[in-house]
């Protein structure tokens, strides 16, 4: 409260960053303790979470006033107009102030009430068991156990508590392994595939170096292969990229010795072989540096695969590039794809495509488990992981599934959310769209595949809004250990309950889940299939919108189609009553009355007010956008 | 006869019992078709003097035969198609890309067709290409077989390898030859007589009176002129145009002689809601002495005094106001300022001509590389700049219907010539503004109104799509710019056409081979000389045959009474896949999806039907 000088700013203009209308709306300007508030004259209000204020910038003063520009992290970037300096100088230091806090318990989530009693908030964090989701995919079974190795998270504090390794895989080979790897994350179980008996396992890279090794860790990747029946070869794939150390390579002639063999099931391709092993070099200077990838001497069974996923710093100047290229206004066709080519973003998601791709080849097509690692083991690793389960196993495409893989392969293996989406004042570098990246590749998917997935665009994009508004306590903390010493439990709620309470907005009419073609998801990554995101990017920007929306539309009709079959057999039922009664004035009169179905209209809950996301309701709303004025011609 | 004739040309005549029935019932199944009505070799070629098929040729005919046949000179008389088929016949096996199995068979090369007729115990049917389709043919041979690969029109590709290097270079020359010649009346059009329509059906859906009746209904001040009944004050104009009430026919005429090619401002659209108006000319002649014309001034003048008093004017140029300039050096130029009060001159630069062509050839270029590199194919698909003259085309749309709608302005909308991108901007504004072209009959109304009776060269424009290795002459994808860009509104008003993308994909194919004549010459000059209307069948019956609709319709459409105003930002236009990517990728899994939405709908329209039902069936009191 003590950042708020002034609360209340009238006259204010609020700017369309793509329309060349001069005629900006006026209004008035509030300021809360949690939101920024803009009532327009026509009482249509646009609210602003402070916490997805990504930066405020005052501009140079203007005869009309002084001008104010917010970004968002959602991709909003709101231009304001504030007559007065003074004015616009006490809200720019408040947003400064309120957009950045030093402390979780100032968080947003923490003082937000939805009005649910201690009971309801419980259950709604029971929602998601994992221990039950681990029970969905077979396991514990003959071959995997249940490890009770990190339960006071003693030997991994970034992991969860309860971890599933290879039953004959004892404590000592864990522990021992965990000293092995970068910040104790050993292999761990991620998925099981049920039917292959094949296994998607996680870690980090091995503390190396050159000679060093650990029979330990040999021993766990050991087990690991072992505990899959059919295929005792299995798959370590290292997702980082190649390096800029061509003169080193050239001075190790030796070590070229140590040739990745690529099944020729897979990868056939003479170019593909070329440039992957241009990429082990990266995982080579690595090793030079006392880190590195597995010595695949010391290591039998084990084939070596390098995939090219860049590291969270080039993924985040990547974004800022993009998120300039298409905000320039007026800009040209030419200049949008030579800047889309630029900053590479595409290129970025296609390479995790691949990767997932490459994982579930690997599991269906040769029936080999697979170990995935990157540096730490908590960003590229969680994508590859969470997208190639995504593929495999149609249960993580259902709206609770694709919680479930959210709290499995993001949440409890410790993907730092806090620190990769800037909850707290802190480090500038540790933030990277990290798991954006995630959720659009799963739109590319859902784009490839329009019946495969039970959710829509919506979900996504809700999703992503709440992984920065810090209004639930699922994204907050960067670990379990963490989650559970800020006592988040208890102080905050789960976001998932609130999801599913509103699903039907976030329903793809189209899902057909007994479809077979579906089982398991082929992408196709030729590059023509990859589109820029827009209503991600410019989820804000109405006027760059399709005007009519295809799937509310035929939501509606289903719903419609439900509720006018419900009338028919409900009417017949009265008919047979009534025909037996006699009595027909009634009915008739009740007839014209129930007759009529009502257009289902969604309502938004209290708690969803600020989103104006894919506008449900259909023609009017949609088409009064639709105004010459709005665009450019 | 038929079978004699097929079997005759191919020379070698071993006809085993099998073989026999096989090849019967393969014609009785072209005859089912309505590809065997008529000779299949054409007109007066057939070697067989009994055909039933020999036409009478009238002497009015062969002298249009001899000025509007531009392909190599028949050598006694009439054309000799039977001279151009070397190979009748070959084994062959069919490669149609991802998502088709190979099909083998017997290949046949026909007069207008190549046909593949599948093994005896195959279970699929005959395989069939209008030869008409092919844009470019390319051969090898190697052992004793060879490969053709034959790139379509339409975009597709195909491969046929052939048993037999002799059969195969002989069948690709046959291609080759059928292929490229430019007869009009004897094109397959001629020959066409499918089951279930009849000849003259549907050529008089959409003549200009029946524009000219809705506008009269709105406004009389204008009136249908048909000085131009005789072709001879505007060859590429109509038999009658829409022109102010007040100018009388010989200053019509006058003014066509200060327009180029003859084309004076006529009426394309009246916005009754505005009581604004949208015309279409060429260029003025002014050349560099800047001559004016009074009577095309008038005319102008007419155009606004109609509309309403102090009606104001826009003159949308498609070419920079430096072209423009140049243009006076040839004889050509643009309205001055002065000679037209009231009237104001706008330059909205737009491509055309072989530059849009080479953007077309790029852009396929680009989506035929399957194995490119994500960074590759954005900067190939910048370098086309295929969708940069998308944008120009929608945003001069839709500046143009902005002009008529929010400023209550009359537009009048020229290039040079007047019959590219003229069109182009016009026909684009009506769908903008006007819910009626938004129709399956509008939209198909507008098509035959603005783009075909209003003298868009469809013959010179659409003789090569993208793969051909001829040198473009008169080549512009101008139509399918225009149908593209009716896709991207599609796309961003999905609920206001109701035609869907196969519509759009029927007319680009049918733009550039088609066994209707609709999209047959430049004119309509030239389509009255051939006879078209009378000789071919129209595609718009075949079009609007009950089968087909399901295809073509918009499951989703609702009447949409307001203007659509598109997004022309880049971000919110995209690559039409669904065309130029169709045949380099397999089936999508969205094709499934569209057939639920279909599915979905139509459950909703039986639920809902079935509603009167139950409350019919409700005691009466």
Same mark, same amino acid.
């Given at each position: 409260?003590?950042?708020?000088?002034?609360?209340?700013?009238?006259?204010?203009?609020?700017?369309?960053?793509?329309?060349?209308?001069?005629?900006?709306?006026?209004?008035?300007?509030?300021?809360?303790?949690?939101?920024?508030?803009?009532?327009?004259?026509?009482?249509?209000?646009?609210?602003?979470?402070?916490?997805?204020?990504?930066?405020?910038?005052?501009?140079?003063?203007?005869?009309?006033?002084?001008?104010?520009?917010?970004?968002?992290?959602?991709?909003?970037?709101?231009?304001?107009?504030?007559?007065?300096?003074?004015?616009?100088?006490?809200?720019?230091?408040?947003?400064?102030?309120?957009?950045?806090?030093?402390?979780?318990?100032?968080?947003?989530?923490?003082?937000?009430?939805?009005?649910?009693?201690?009971?309801?908030?419980?259950?709604?964090?029971?929602?998601?068991?994992?221990?039950?989701?681990?029970?969905?995919?077979?396991?514990?079974?003959?071959?995997?156990?249940?490890?009770?190795?990190?339960?006071?998270?003693?030997?991994?504090?970034?992991?969860?508590?309860?971890?599933?390794?290879?039953?004959?895989?004892?404590?000592?080979?864990?522990?021992?392994?965990?000293?092995?790897?970068?910040?104790?994350?050993?292999?761990?179980?991620?998925?099981?595939?049920?039917?292959?008996?094949?296994?998607?396992?996680?870690?980090?890279?091995?503390?190396?170096?050159?000679?060093?090794?650990?029979?330990?860790?040999?021993?766990?990747?050991?087990?690991?292969?072992?505990?899959?029946?059919?295929?005792?070869?299995?798959?370590?794939?290292?997702?980082?990229?190649?390096?800029?150390?061509?003169?080193?390579?050239?001075?190790?002639?030796?070590?070229?010795?140590?040739?990745?063999?690529?099944?020729?099931?897979?990868?056939?391709?003479?170019?593909?072989?070329?440039?992957?092993?241009?990429?082990?070099?990266?995982?080579?200077?690595?090793?030079?540096?006392?880190?590195?990838?597995?010595?695949?001497?010391?290591?039998?069974?084990?084939?070596?695969?390098?995939?090219?996923?860049?590291?969270?710093?080039?993924?985040?100047?990547?974004?800022?590039?993009?998120?300039?290229?298409?905000?320039?206004?007026?800009?040209?066709?030419?200049?949008?794809?030579?800047?889309?080519?630029?900053?590479?973003?595409?290129?970025?998601?296609?390479?995790?495509?691949?990767?997932?791709?490459?994982?579930?080849?690997?599991?269906?097509?040769?029936?080999?488990?697979?170990?995935?690692?990157?540096?730490?083991?908590?960003?590229?690793?969680?994508?590859?992981?969470?997208?190639?389960?995504?593929?495999?196993?149609?249960?993580?495409?259902?709206?609770?599934?694709?919680?479930?893989?959210?709290?499995?392969?993001?949440?409890?293996?410790?993907?730092?959310?806090?620190?990769?989406?800037?909850?707290?004042?802190?480090?500038?570098?540790?933030?990277?769209?990290?798991?954006?990246?995630?959720?659009?590749?799963?739109?590319?998917?859902?784009?490839?595949?329009?019946?495969?997935?039970?959710?829509?665009?919506?979900?996504?994009?809700?999703?992503?809004?709440?992984?920065?508004?810090?209004?639930?306590?699922?994204?907050?903390?960067?670990?379990?250990?963490?989650?559970?010493?800020?006592?988040?439990?208890?102080?905050?709620?789960?976001?998932?309950?609130?999801?599913?309470?509103?699903?039907?907005?976030?329903?793809?009419?189209?899902?057909?889940?007994?479809?077979?073609?579906?089982?398991?998801?082929?992408?196709?990554?030729?590059?023509?299939?990859?589109?820029?995101?827009?209503?991600?990017?410019?989820?804000?920007?109405?006027?760059?919108?399709?005007?009519?929306?295809?799937?509310?539309?035929?939501?509606?009709?289903?719903?419609?189609?439900?509720?006018?079959?419900?009338?028919?057999?409900?009417?017949?039922?009265?008919?047979?009553?009534?025909?037996?009664?006699?009595?027909?004035?009634?009915?008739?009169?009740?007839?014209?009355?129930?007759?009529?179905?009502?257009?289902?209209?969604?309502?938004?809950?209290?708690?969803?007010?600020e989103q104006t996301l894919l506008p449900v309701n259909d023609a009017l709303r949609t088409i009064e956008g639709s105004n010459p004025a709005d665009n450019r011609y | 006869m038929m079978f004699f004739f097929l079997f005759s040309v191919s020379g070698n005549a071993s006809t085993p019992e099998f073989k026999k029935k096989k090849n019967?019932?393969?014609?009785?199944?072209?005859?089912?078709?309505?590809?065997?009505?008529?000779?299949?070799?054409?007109?007066?070629?057939?070697?067989?003097?009994?055909?039933?098929?020999?036409?009478?040729?009238?002497?009015?005919?062969?002298?249009?035969?001899?000025?509007?046949?531009?392909?190599?000179?028949?050598?006694?008389?009439?054309?000799?198609?039977?001279?151009?088929?070397?190979?009748?016949?070959?084994?062959?096996?069919?490669?149609?890309?991802?998502?088709?199995?190979?099909?083998?068979?017997?290949?046949?090369?026909?007069?207008?067709?190549?046909?593949?007729?599948?093994?005896?115990?195959?279970?699929?049917?005959?395989?069939?290409?209008?030869?008409?389709?092919?844009?470019?043919?390319?051969?090898?041979?190697?052992?004793?077989?060879?490969?053709?690969?034959?790139?379509?029109?339409?975009?597709?590709?195909?491969?046929?390898?052939?048993?037999?290097?002799?059969?195969?270079?002989?069948?690709?020359?046959?291609?080759?030859?059928?292929?490229?010649?430019?007869?009009?009346?004897?094109?397959?059009?001629?020959?066409?007589?499918?089951?279930?329509?009849?000849?003259?059906?549907?050529?008089?859906?959409?003549?200009?009176?029946?524009?000219?009746?809705?506008?009269?209904?709105?406004?009389?001040?204008?009136?249908?002129?048909?000085?131009?009944?005789?072709?001879?004050?505007?060859?590429?104009?109509?038999? /009658?145009?829409?022109? #102010?009430? =007040?100018?009388?026919?010989?200053?019509?005429? *006058? +003014? &066509?002689?200060?327009?180029?090619?003859? %084309?004076?401002?006529?009426?394309?659209?009246?916005?009754?809601?505005?009581?604004?108006?949208?015309?279409?000319?060429?260029?003025?002649?002014?050349?560099?002495?800047?001559?004016?014309?009074?009577?095309?001034?008038?005319?102008?003048?007419?155009?606004? /005094?109609?509309?309403? #008093?102090? =009606?104001?004017?826009?003159?949308?140029?498609? *070419? +920079? &106001?430096?072209?423009?300039?140049?243009? %006076?050096?040839?004889?050509?130029?643009?309205?001055?300022?002065?000679?037209?009060?009231?009237?104001?001159?706008?330059?909205?630069?737009?491509?055309?001509?072989?530059?849009?062509?080479?953007?077309?050839?790029?852009?396929?270029?680009?989506?035929?590389?399957?194995?490119?590199?994500?960074?590759?194919?954005?900067?190939?698909?910048?370098?086309?700049?295929?969708?940069?003259?998308?944008?120009?085309?929608?945003?001069?749309?839709?500046?143009?219907?902005?002009?008529?709608?929010?400023?209550?302005?009359?537009?009048?909308?020229?290039?040079?010539?007047?019959?590219?991108?003229?069109?182009?901007?016009?026909?684009?504004?009506?769908?903008?503004?006007?819910?009626?072209?938004?129709?399956?009959?509008?939209?198909?109304?507008?098509?035959?109104?603005?783009?075909?009776?209003?003298?868009?060269?469809?013959?010179?424009?659409?003789?090569?799509?993208?793969?051909?290795?001829?040198?473009?002459?008169?080549?512009?994808?101008?139509?399918?710019?225009?149908?593209?860009?009716?896709?991207?509104?599609?796309?961003?008003?999905?609920?206001?056409?109701?035609?869907?993308?196969?519509?759009?994909?029927?007319?680009?194919?049918?733009?550039?081979?088609?066994?209707?004549?609709?999209?047959?010459?430049?004119?309509?000059?030239?389509?009255?000389?051939?006879?078209?209307?009378?000789?071919?069948?129209?595609?718009?019956?075949?079009?609007?045959?009950?089968?087909?609709?399901?295809?073509?319709?918009?499951?989703?459409?609702?009447?949409?009474?307001?203007?659509?105003?598109?997004?022309?930002?880049?971000?919110?236009?995209?690559?039409?896949?669904?065309?130029?990517?169709?045949?380099?990728?397999?089936?999508?899994?969205?094709?499934?999806?569209?057939?639920?939405?279909?599915?979905?709908?139509?459950?909703?329209?039986?639920?809902?039907?079935?509603?009167?039902?139950?409350?019919?069936?409700?005691?009466?009191?």
């Amino acid at each position: 409260m003590e950042h708020i000088r002034t609360t209340k700013v009238e006259q204010v203009k609020l700017l369309d960053r793509f329309s060349t209308s001069n005629k900006a709306l006026t209004g008035t300007l509030y300021l809360t303790a949690t939101h920024l508030l803009f009532i327009d004259s026509h009482q249509k209000e646009t609210w602003i979470l402070h916490h997805h204020i990504a930066s405020v910038e005052k501009l140079a003063l203007t005869t009309s006033g002084c001008p104010l520009v917010i970004q968002c992290k959602n991709f909003r970037i709101v231009h304001f107009i504030v007559p007065r300096e003074r004015d616009c100088h006490d809200i720019y230091n408040s947003l400064l102030q309120l957009s950045k806090q030093a402390k979780y318990e100032d968080l947003y989530a923490f003082s937000y009430n939805p009005k649910q009693n201690d009971s309801e908030r419980l259950r709604g964090w029971q929602l998601i068991d994992l221990a039950e989701e681990y029970k969905r995919m077979g396991v514990p079974n003959s071959n995997w156990q249940l490890s009770d190795a990190n339960r006071e998270y003693k030997i991994c504090e970034t992991y969860p508590r309860e971890l599933y390794v290879p039953r004959i895989a004892s404590k000592p080979i864990i522990v021992g392994s965990s000293k092995f790897r970068s910040k104790g994350r050993f292999p761990v179980l991620s998925y099981y595939h049920r039917e292959k008996e094949a296994a998607v396992c996680r870690c980090s890279q091995p503390l190396s170096g050159f000679s060093a090794r650990c029979l330990e860790d040999e021993h766990l990747l050991q087990a690991i292969s072992k505990a899959n029946p059919v295929n005792r070869y299995m798959y370590v794939m290292d997702t980082r990229p190649k390096h800029r150390m061509q003169s080193w390579w050239a001075t190790q002639k030796d070590i070229g010795r140590i040739i990745v063999r690529i099944s020729s099931k897979i990868w056939n391709d003479e170019k593909i072989r070329e440039s992957h092993e241009q990429k082990r070099l990266n995982a080579m200077a690595n090793r030079a540096a006392g880190k590195g990838y597995e010595n695949e001497d010391n290591y039998s069974n084990i084939r070596f695969q390098f995939v090219g996923i860049e590291n969270i710093h080039v993924m985040r100047s990547s974004l800022q590039k993009l998120l300039e290229v298409n905000g320039t206004k007026g800009l040209s066709v030419n200049d949008f794809y030579s800047g889309l080519e630029s900053s590479g973003w595409l290129r970025h998601i296609k390479a995790v495509m691949d990767a997932a791709i490459f994982l579930t080849k690997a599991i269906m097509i040769e029936n080999a488990s697979v170990l995935v690692h990157c540096s730490d083991g908590w960003d590229r690793t969680s994508q590859v992981c969470s997208l190639g389960s995504l593929l495999l196993d149609s249960f993580y495409r259902t709206i609770r599934g694709f919680m479930v893989l959210i709290e499995k392969d993001w949440i409890s293996f410790g993907h730092k959310f806090s620190e990769r989406c800037g909850h707290l004042d802190s480090d500038p570098k540790e933030v990277s769209p990290v798991f954006t990246q995630f959720l659009e590749c799963v739109w590319h998917l859902t784009e490839q595949f329009p019946q495969a997935f039970e959710f829509n665009e919506a979900f996504l994009l809700q999703i992503h809004e709440h992984i920065y508004s810090c209004q639930f306590g699922n994204f907050l903390g960067n670990c379990q250990k963490e989650r559970e010493e800020l006592k988040l439990k208890e102080k905050t709620y789960s976001l998932w309950p609130f999801l599913l309470d509103d699903q039907k907005k976030y329903l793809n009419p189209l899902y057909s889940p007994k479809s077979q073609a579906v089982a398991v998801l082929e992408p196709n990554t030729v590059s023509f299939n990859f589109k820029f995101w827009r209503n991600m990017y410019h989820q804000f920007d109405r006027t760059l919108h399709p005007r009519q929306s295809v799937f509310s539309i035929i939501m509606n009709m289903n719903e419609q189609n439900k509720q006018l079959e419900n009338d028919i057999k409900d009417l017949e039922s009265k008919i047979k009553q009534h025909k037996n009664k006699q009595t027909d004035g009634v009915l008739t009169k009740e007839l014209l009355h129930s007759v009529r179905p009502e257009s289902p209209t969604l309502k938004t809950s209290l708690c969803f007010k600020e989103q104006t996301l894919l506008p449900v309701n259909d023609a009017l709303r949609t088409i009064e956008g639709s105004n010459p004025a709005d665009n450019r011609y | 006869m038929m079978f004699f004739f097929l079997f005759s040309v191919s020379g070698n005549a071993s006809t085993p019992e099998f073989k026999k029935k096989k090849n019967s019932e393969c014609l009785l199944r072209l005859r089912h078709e309505g590809l065997l009505n008529s000779c299949p070799a054409g007109v007066a070629s057939c070697p067989a003097s009994s055909c039933p098929f020999r036409s009478p040729r009238s002497p009015r005919l062969k002298l249009l035969e001899s000025a509007l046949l531009l392909g190599p000179r028949p050598t006694a008389g009439g054309m000799e198609f039977s001279e151009l088929i070397r190979t009748g016949r070959a084994q062959a096996e069919l490669l149609r890309g991802p998502g088709a199995p190979p099909l083998r068979g017997t290949l046949c090369v026909t007069g207008h067709h190549l046909l593949l007729s599948p093994g005896p115990q195959a279970t699929s049917d005959l395989w069939l290409l209008l030869l008409r389709s092919v844009d470019s043919i390319e051969k090898r041979v190697a052992g004793d077989s060879g490969t053709i690969t034959l790139r379509c029109k339409d975009l597709r590709v195909l491969q046929l390898d052939i048993e037999g290097v002799e059969a195969t270079l002989d069948i690709a020359r046959s291609i080759e030859a059928l292929s490229s010649l430019e007869s009009v009346i004897t094109s397959f059009p001629f020959f066409y007589r499918p089951k279930g329509l009849r000849l003259g059906d549907a050529w008089h859906f959409h003549p200009p009176e029946h524009h000219y009746k809705r506008v009269a209904r709105e406004t009389n001040a204008w009136r249908l002129s048909e000085v131009n009944e005789d072709f001879s004050v505007c060859p590429s104009y109509p038999r /009658a145009v829409i022109v #102010p009430r =007040a100018v009388d026919d010989d200053a019509l005429a *006058r +003014s &066509a002689r200060f327009r180029q090619g003859g %084309r004076f401002p006529v009426l394309s659209y009246h916005h009754a809601p505005s009581g604004t108006v949208l015309l279409r000319s060429s260029q003025p002649l002014t050349g560099p002495q800047k001559r004016r014309c009074a009577e095309d001034e008038e005319l102008l003048r007419a155009v606004l /005094a109609g509309a309403r #008093p102090g =009606a104001r004017g826009f003159i949308v140029d498609t *070419r +920079s &106001a430096q072209a423009a300039k140049q243009a %006076r050096m040839t004889g050509g130029g643009t309205e001055a300022k002065a000679a037209y009060p009231g009237w104001k001159r706008l330059h909205r630069p737009m491509e055309r001509g072989r530059p849009l062509q080479e953007s077309f050839v790029r852009l396929v270029e680009a989506c035929g590389d399957l194995e490119q590199s994500m960074d590759r194919w954005l900067s190939r698909l910048e370098g086309c700049r295929w969708l940069a003259h998308v944008k120009e085309a929608l945003s001069t749309a839709c500046l143009a219907a902005q002009g008529m709608e929010r400023e209550g302005a009359c537009i009048l909308v020229h290039g040079a010539e007047g019959t590219d991108s003229t069109l182009l901007v016009t026909s684009l504004a009506q769908l903008i503004l006007d819910p009626l072209s938004r129709t399956m009959t509008g939209f198909q109304e507008l098509v035959e109104r603005e783009w075909i009776q209003a003298g868009h060269p469809f013959q010179l424009r659409c003789a090569h799509s993208a793969f051909s290795h001829a040198r473009p002459k008169h080549e512009a994808p101008t139509f399918l710019l225009f149908l593209d860009c009716v896709w991207q509104l599609g796309r961003q008003f999905p609920l206001s056409l109701e035609f869907g993308e196969g519509l759009l994909l029927a007319l680009f194919e049918h733009a550039y081979a088609s066994p209707f004549g609709t999209f047959l010459c430049n004119s309509e000059k030239e389509r009255c000389l051939c006879e078209v209307r009378t000789r071919t069948h129209s595609l718009w019956s075949g079009l609007n045959q009950p089968k087909e609709q399901r295809k073509l319709r918009n499951p989703l459409y609702v009447l949409n009474p307001l203007a659509i105003w598109p997004s022309v930002e880049p971000q919110s236009l995209r690559l039409w896949q669904g065309l130029f990517l169709r045949w380099t990728r397999p089936p999508e899994p969205s094709e499934a999806a569209w057939e639920k939405v279909w599915q979905i709908v139509t459950d909703k329209e039986k639920t809902e039907g079935s509603q009167p039902t139950v409350s019919a069936s409700e005691p009466q009191p």
